[in-house]
């Protein structure tokens, strides 16, 4: 799947590049030279003469407002340095801010660093291994400068990378990777700076970087042009094509037909860069080199200055040394010799992406801490919004959901309830008809037929028998069963020409109430002779049989019908 | 240079952005909860008020203790026990109508011809009728006994029956005693006359169903279930 395409921006005191990367091939590259000598006036002024000219690059390559950006920079700020030490990486990392620190101007806090162990030497038995760390440091208000310019041109940042620190880096693995199998000495060239370093069989001797590159030839031709025959001298693109099309010229030649500039114009400038080269690299090889090292050490080129027709074999003839081009050969992406690599600092950049250290401006991490604030805030907002809305979705789908089996329930607990109603009804009846049946019942309790008993006595008295007084109760002493109390008086009776005596009648009259059907029992409580007649008084007491009381089965009850009679009469 | 951290302009603008974003989220959370507590609040509580009203309505149904017995059985029921009540009825006094006993007494004595010497009301009594009702409860059945005491003469077969159509023919009457002595007068026709001295009880019932709590229908609802099945 192809990467992203990102945008890089290359800011030099001499080029303001802008480019897109897709992986680690620019695919489109702008860029418009300046004026080195307006760079410290640019910086003072807060890059703000610059925004023009970005606005030109965005537009050219057509790049969107908000596009990300990974700016490579130089700036006079800018503090950057290879800490070598035999320690453990940890440690190492330590001594390396320390010695930071202290080259640093004023307050600590007024900077902004970054450390990374970039290599470690070969272990030598009994010594720890050399520990090299890179390290970076930027005035914090330079980083928010060069955000800000950024950010008026609608870009938004990703790093801020300062360009020596990327230089630097890129020269320490290219001369470890040529020394691998021997020695190695390498002078990286860029515009701005170069990078003397050394090394042998994997481990790094020295690597030094010179704040002086090949602008200063290029300077020399702008200004070679400006003072010479050439009217108002060439531009700094033309210089440029001279520089990298002519390279170091020779006496007498023409180096620019159509102004017909001469190298006379132009060579005491060049040479006194060439002279800078030339010093900084023997007095950096002189005191970095172990004795007898330096007769036999060989310098590589690299970088775009590499490209320039003739500095090797100049260099070669001052220094006194085997001058050449690295032998790995030009990038396969880049210019080829006698060409300008007009990628410039931003191939460092595309080739090693991940070994790159940035500076990160508080301002950037306050954006990105505002903006994942935010996105969070929206997250959580949206997230609080879905939660409530489907809490209300699901309320009110339940809700209807309830509606419907409440809707289905209801004419079953209608019927339910009416039924209910009506068998409350029934036991409501059912409890009024027990207590009254009750209530009547238990209370009229056993009851005899008083007429059929009162008949039987007329029938069973007989003639014998005069009955003085009925009564008839419920007494206690006969646990409430119906009781005839009779009193009456028994004569002597003549029967078939015999005289029946009073107590063989009253006998006989006992006798025939104990045999009624009627009766339960007859008892003669008392009885008394008078001799005088041959008359007997008695009492009897006869206890009847009862009967239940029952609720009439007729609808029209004799009650109502007494109750009808006695309406009637009135 | 300017701008850069540390000079008041970038603490400034840092202490704005973190203010505007604690406004910001404190809006969103009042929003929130407003939303919440206006929208989804109201309808949780509904719900919860629907589902609690759907769980009585499917108890009720499931705990139908009466699900088996048919409206023709329960009406079948009422009708039954509806005929006992008007039974009841029809065989008893209301207790304000007490007052009828006198003109059905006379009536039964005009109609055995017997005369009545002496009528007495002997006085009344309340009855109680099943277990005593709670408070709150309004009884189903509400009882009086009344009392008659009686002098009345005539034929002995004439005074017997009187005797005994006193607790046939006025519904829900018992004669307690009575005392039946010869008299020395005569009737028209040279009979002997007796005189008997009666005491009577008369119950009354009040069978009015009242609305309401009723005292014994809710433990009877089950025995009436169990008598429809």
Redesign the interface.
Known sequence: MPRREETILGLSPSCLRLATVRGREITRLERIMLDPAQNEAA??K?LRPLDAHLEILIRTLDLARGSRVTIVYHAPTVACELVSVAAAPAAAIQAAVLSLRESLAGDP??WLTNCRTVHTDPGTSGQPPKVHVLAVAE????A??LA?FAARAGLLVRRQIPAKSALLGSAVREVLAGASGGKMTVVAMSDQATIISSAEKGGLTFARCVDFGYSQLLEAIVRGSAGGNAEGGLTRESACGVLFGVGIPRRGQVIDLASGLKAEAVLPGMQSAIQRYVVETRQTLRFMLADGELARAAVHLSGPGAMIPGIAGVLMGQLDLPVERLSGGPDPLGPTIGAEDQRGDLAVLASDDEHLMAIS???AS?RRD?QR??GM?KV??AV??CL?GG??LL??R??AD??D??AA?AP??EA?SA??G???????????????????LS???E?P???AS??ML?RVAGDSIRL???????PPEAKRHPVLMLKGIATPTASEGSLVQSSDSLAAFIDRLSKHPIIRSAQLVSTRSEETDNFKTFVVSVTLQSLSPA???E?????????L??EE?? | ???????PK?IH??AN?SRA?AM??GV?ALL?GA??YG??RP??G??AT??A??SA??A??SN?A?AE?T?AQ??S??GE??S?????R????RPGESG?LY??LR??AQQFEVRIDRIEPKGESV?Q??PKAKAGEKA??V?Q?VGYTLDVSGR??AV??F??SC??????S?????????SVRLAAGGEPIVIASIET?H?C?S?E?TPGS?M???D??V???E??R
């Open positions: 910086w003072s807060d806090s007024e005035r914090r208000d330079n928010e400068v800000a401006p508080p301002s306050l505002h604030l935010s805030l959580g907002t609080a919004a409530i809490d209300v309320g009110v339940a809700g309830i509606d089996q409440q329930l079953r607990i339910n039924r209910q009506r068998i409350a009804q029934a036991a409501r009846l059912s409890a009024t008809a027990a207590l009254a049946e009750e209530l009547v209370t009229l309790g009851r037929d008083w007429l009162l008949s007329t003085v007084e009925v009564s008839g109760s419920f609720v009439p089965v609808q029209a009850s004799s009650m109502t019908a007494a109750r009679s006695s009469r009135h | 240079m300017s701008n850069g951290p540390g000079t970038v603008l840092d952005h974003f910001r989220a969103v929130a939303a919440w929208l989804a309808l949780v509904e719900v629907g589902r009203e759907l309505m499917n009720a149904l139908d009466g017995v409206e329960i009406e029921a009422i026990f509806q006992r009540v008007d039974r009841i029809n065989w008893t006094l009828k003109d059905g009536g039964l009855l009728a099943g189903l059945v009882g006994s002995f077969e017997a029956r005797i005994a607790e046939t023919q006025l519904g829900s018992k004669v307690i005693s009575f005392r039946i002595t010869p009880q119950i019932v069978l169903p009723v014994g229908v809710s009877g609802k025995a009436i279930l008598e429809v």
